[in-house]
Structures are given as C-alpha cells and as structure tokens.
T-cell receptor, first 113, second 117 residues
Framework: GENVEQHPSTLSVQEGDSAVIKCTYS??????FPWYKQELGKRPQLIID?????GEKKDQRIAVTLNKTAKHFSLHITETQPEDSAVYFC????????????FGQGTELSVKP | DAGVIQSPRHEVTEMGQEVTLRCKPI?????LFWYRQTMMRGLELLIY????????DSGMPEDRFSAKMPNASFSTLKIQPSEPRDSAVYFC???????????????FGEGSRLTVL
C-alpha cells in the first residue's frame, strides 16, 4: 500500500520567514497531490493541490512543487503570519487504487510573532 | 449546500456500550471516507465507499467496528462494544470525483469527538 512520510514533524519560524514541508510517497501511480491545513479543534481543509501533469502551482503566499521522478512534493509558505500556525497534512492519491487517500502524519507549524 | 454533516458532535459513553456515529455527505458526492484522528496515530483511514459500495475497509481496527452506507445521503460508523482506546475524533469526508475541476478534494465534516470511559 501507499507509504506517506512528511518532514519535518514540527517547524517553528519567525513571522515573515518562509516555511517548507516535504511529503514523500511510495506509489508511483499517485496522480493527485493535495495539502490540507487543520487549525486547532477544527476540521482539515484543502489549501492547495496539484495534479501530475503540472510541476508547480502557486496561490498567493502558498505554493506546491512536485517531483514525480523522486516521488515527493512540497508545500511552500512565504511571508508567514501567525494565522498560518496549524498542522499541515499531505495526502497523495492514486485513482488506480480506487481513490484511496492516505494522509501523512502531519507537520505542526508554529509562526512566532 | 450545508457541507458534510456529522452527528453527534460529542459523545461520552462507558466501556462496553454501543456507539453509532452518523454522516450526511454533500449531495452529489460519490466518495465517502471515515477517518479517525488521535495524537498518537494521526489521521487514519478506516473505510471508504464509492457510490455507496465499500471499497476498502482494511483500516477498520477490528470486528468491533462496522460501517454502512444504505444510500447516497447517509452513512454510519458503529462501534460495539466500545473500549477506552476507541476515544478519538472521528471524521467523515466526501468528494465528488465526477467534478473535473475539483475532483479529489475532500470536504470534511466537523467531526465526532468520542470519549469512552
């Protein structure tokens, strides 16, 4: 089955700095690569995603990059703000496996003012 | 649409009791997922359905857990008998893989926080 690993598990940055979280997956058939944000006590919500025919996607301060050869994709947050503090999850998905969606273990980001 | 609706939001029960969690997915969505979240194990996929049919239940911890989806607008996750180690937040999520633009995006309910004493 799919093996998904995120690094780092915790990340602390100063407000205004950049943050990068990496997700490594094992299933070469994965073709959809989302990132979810979960604030304390809330539900996970999609913040950005990318499909396998694209190498990079940007939405304001967040971006996702994909390296299908190496089987990893990364979340980039620039100009971090305290409201970016949350747990971030990657969840690569393979439609060849019937749509199964496995989450990484999560990265707790703390942005200090 | 009101989004994915789960009930109850909170449940406190005693060991050995039966627990039933309920989920109403977003209308028109063809996938439904049940996840369990704990500090130790993160977000675990328990089971998922496609067009009301269970596709993969390999994440269901043991026979005490069962899930059904009798129709496109309702699913249940049942634990019988419950144990203290079942204490967790249980999330239901749905997705519309027929949507060419947003295919794959999971929409989560607010979760059901279960405490088994």
């Amino acid at each position: 089955g799919e093996n998904v690993e995120q690094h780092p598990s915790t990340l602390s940055v100063q407000e205004g700095d950049s943050a990068v979280i990496k997700c490594t997956y094992s299933d070469s058939a994965s073709n959809y690569f989302p990132w979810y944000k979960q604030e304390l006590g809330k539900r996970p919500q999609l913040i950005i995603d990318i499909r396998s025919n694209v190498g990079e996607k940007k939405d304001q301060r967040i971006a996702v990059t994909l390296n299908k050869t190496a089987k990893h994709f990364s979340l980039h947050i620039t100009e971090t703000q305290p409201e970016d503090s949350a747990v971030y999850f990657c969840a690569p998905r393979s439609y060849n496996q019937g749509g199964k969606l496995i989450f990484g273990q999560g990265t707790e980001l703390s942005v200090k003012p | 649409d009101a989004g994915v609706i789960q009930s109850p939001r909170h449940e406190v029960t005693e060991m050995g009791q039966e627990v039933t969690l309920r989920c109403k997915p977003i209308s028109g969505h063809d996938y439904l997922f049940w996840y369990r979240q704990t500090m130790m194990r993160g977000l675990e996929l328990l089971i998922y359905f496609n067009n009301n049919v269970p596709i993969d239940d390999s994440g269901m911890p043991e026979d005490r857990f069962s899930a059904k989806m009798p129709n496109a607008s309702f699913s249940t996750l049942k634990i019988q008998p419950s144990e203290p180690r079942d204490s967790a937040v249980y999330f239901c999520a749905s997705s519309n893989d027929r949507d060419r633009v947003r295919s794959g995006e999971l929409f989560f309910g607010e979760g059901s926080r279960l405490t088994v004493l």
